[in-house]
């Protein structure tokens, strides 16, 4: 495996993100970020209630997980390419069938986005409603989600009106900012979108000897390298369980995000669990002219 280093996320308070103006230290921890020389991710600290939200959501992705198959393909969903409700083995990573980890896919603002049947049927991956388990199926699922996903929205809306700011501050032809909040580029796609896309993933026990104990293990084996085609990422820190699914510590130090770096180098982070980081995707990239940078 490529030589990894170990580095820290630019990291913003949530009271930080409060005002409507952005502050030059705002400005310049936004560039440090999502700038050309930047990894294209921070993370935000002190979100009210985030800590709390994330520990009584994420036992869900366990208890979903291990709930009998017959069960979980109930909520599978073919129309919408598994781009609702359960999706595992459907999804290919490098080039195979990805059996290690399972996805729950929903909106979590809009349980029916649209009304028309039409567009439905016809951008099924996008429109269509929700599809949650019953409750005998896996009580309190629906509402750890919803919670958790929700909490990610309003964290972003707020940082998304500050990287907006940035742009402007950086692009004369930029319409957005304070002074043209009805162009507000980023902020409206949060605001104003209909089709939000989370997603819970689980990733199942990794069988004895499938993973071996030195570096050789390639790290972009549990997600494969990509950019995020969205605009603005959300990402709630993992938990990990036992057998019993009793929460433990990361049983793998080499576990966490990581990063290319645009000199080549190989980068990995690590977000503390109370934290959500905001990765900036490849749409955030071509709407800013190339201001804001998504990474690999």
């Not at 913003?12 to 700038?35: F, Q, R, V, W």
């Not at 649209?114 to 005998?136: G, L, M, Q």
Request: one cysteine or more.
């Amino acid at each position: 495996m490529a030589s990894v280093e170990q580095e820290s996320v630019v990291v913003l308070d949530y009271n930080e993100l409060l005002p409507e103006t952005t502050s030059p230290e705002l400005m310049e921890k936004i560039e440090k970020a999502y700038g050309y020389s930047g990894y294209g991710i921070l993370a935000v600290k002190n979100a009210p209630h985030f800590k709390q939200i994330r520990e009584e959501c994420l036992p869900f992705c366990y208890k979903f997980g291990n709930l009998p198959d017959e069960i979980k393909k109930k909520y599978e969903h073919e129309k919408s390419f598994f781009s609702f409700g359960w999706s595992h083995g459907k999804e290919k990573l490098e080039g195979k069938p990805d059996t290690a980890k399972g996805s729950y896919y929903y909106n979590p603002v809009h349980d029916k986005p649209v009304d028309d049947a039409s567009i439905i049927d016809k951008y099924a991956p996008f429109a269509h409603p929700n599809i949650w388990p019953k409750p005998e199926d896996c009580p309190g699922f629906e509402q750890g989600m919803k919670a958790t996903a929700r909490k990610l929205v309003e964290v972003g809306s707020l940082l998304s009106r500050h990287v907006d700011n940035y742009v402007a501050a950086k692009l004369a032809s930029f319409k957005g900012g304070d002074d043209k909040q009805e162009y507000r580029l980023l902020h409206n796609v949060i605001e104003k979108n209909r089709c939000h896309k989370a997603r819970m993933l689980y990733y199942f026990p990794v069988p004895e000897g499938t993973v071996t104990s030195d570096n050789t293990t390639d790290v972009s084996g549990w997600c494969g390298w990509h950019n995020d085609h969205g605009s603005l990422t959300g990402l709630c820190p993992a938990m990990f369980f036992d057998k019993e699914g009793n929460p433990i510590p990361c049983p793998d130090p080499r576990a966490g995000l990581y990063i290319k770096a645009r000199d080549g180098r190989t980068i990995r982070v690590s977000v503390p669990s109370d934290y959500i980081a905001f990765q900036i995707g490849e749409t955030a990239q071509i709407h800013s002219g190339g201001i804001l940078q998504a990474t690999p």
